[in-house]
């Protein structure tokens, strides 16, 4: 299925894109079919059940707090872990305004549950809705699976797969997106700019990249802004601290980009609204090399900083289409490391080849990373990934650039990164079920 470039980066509230990003889609998603089905203003009380990572995890992510606030209508790009909480707060006092409109009686403590030791099929993230009338009667049912990317799907899609928009241009590989270029005589930027007139009118699709970019930017600026320590742990915020150590020396462009992708973990695992790239636990890496970008042209314009985030995008749709999701970290940091060096080098004018070929040499250093988050905080080793994968992709593009015709093996990588992660037991594809969790004593 293609994915559009403003499906693949989500805004929304950290610390994750399947565990509070995609929960409150879910139950976003079930409140408009409660309203398409006609049973929502006879609804009177909602059960939710989380089951697999979401019931172990849950609670460090918020999850329960997002899952309120969709049942309350709010979208993820207008939340925070601020606004969470207030509307958490509000709905154990007053009871929960179903769809913003119609109040029902309900206790997060009582009508949300967490079954720890139960876990539905297909990725192990997921939720079930039930709704009830007056009588105890019930109105609907539905059961949803929140992928690493916040993606959401019910039960039918999950077992086939959406099916997804015709565009003009299809490629699922680094192969096939080579070779429509080469055909058709267009620049990958241009190729992905097409086909998100599949989705939307190129004035929206115009409007939703810049507005993502400045989503990153200003996620950056509040995470090189703030101090103090992160939720939920000991672990002090650096962002800021380096960020200004930084301003005083003559800093290497690697440095630099390694502190704002520092910024952005950092107010993701605070709660803060990010840009999932590809996933909230990593959004840093895209985020730091597009502002490295616009800080150091000497005209930035907002049509170069679209062609960033598309070329990102057709390397996601290029890496994803060989089948790396749901891969462990590979899938997460290593795919948003292959998206910033590919959009960097595609906003500095690079080939086809060459935004293949830095994509391919920053993922390839991420090969065999496993999901190993300490206690269910998207804090460590996760904003370190993120600096380091910054840093990593910056070298990658500046490489690629120097390579007139390089020779492009990322297909190749891909699979080797699938076979890899095939072999990887599920509790190291998901947060705090392995490694670092299970074998550091104040995990």
Known sequence: MYLSALDLYRIGPGPSSSRTVGPQRAALRFVHELAADGVIARTA????????????????????????????????ERSDAR????????????????????????????????????????DGNALRFDAFDPAGAELASRVYFTSGSGEVLDEAEAATGRVGARVAYPFDSAETLLASCRSYGKKVTDLVRANEC?????????????????????????????????????MERRACGQAQALAAIDAKPRERCAVYATAVAEENAAGGCVVAAPTHGAAGVVAALLEHWRSTETMPTDARAADFLLAGAAVAQAIQGGGLRQAGCQSAVGLGAAMAAGGYTGALGGSAPQILFAAERALEAHWGLACDSSAGLVQHPCIARNAAAAACALDAAHLALRQPSPRIALDGLVRSMVETARGMAGRYKHDSLAGIAANVADC
């Open 198 to 234: 599949a989705f939307r009118s190129p004035d929206e699709v115009r409007q939703g990249l810049l507005h993502v970019a400045r989503a990153m930017r200003a996620s950056i600026e509040r995470g090189l802004a703030t101090r103090g320590h992160l939720p939920g742990s000991l």
């Open 45 to 76: 009380r909602v059960d939710v059940h989380l089951f697999g990572t979401l019931a172990l995890t849950g609670r460090e992510s918020a999850t329960d707090a997002a899952v309120v606030a969709g049942l309350c209508g709010e979208s993820p």
């Open 83 to 122: 606004s969470l909480r207030s509307r958490m707060r509000r709905v154990e006092g007053d009871g929960l305004a179903l769809g913003g409109a119609h109040r029902i009686d309900f206790e997060p403590t009582r009508n949300v549950r967490f079954h720890m030791g139960q876990a539905l099929a297909y």
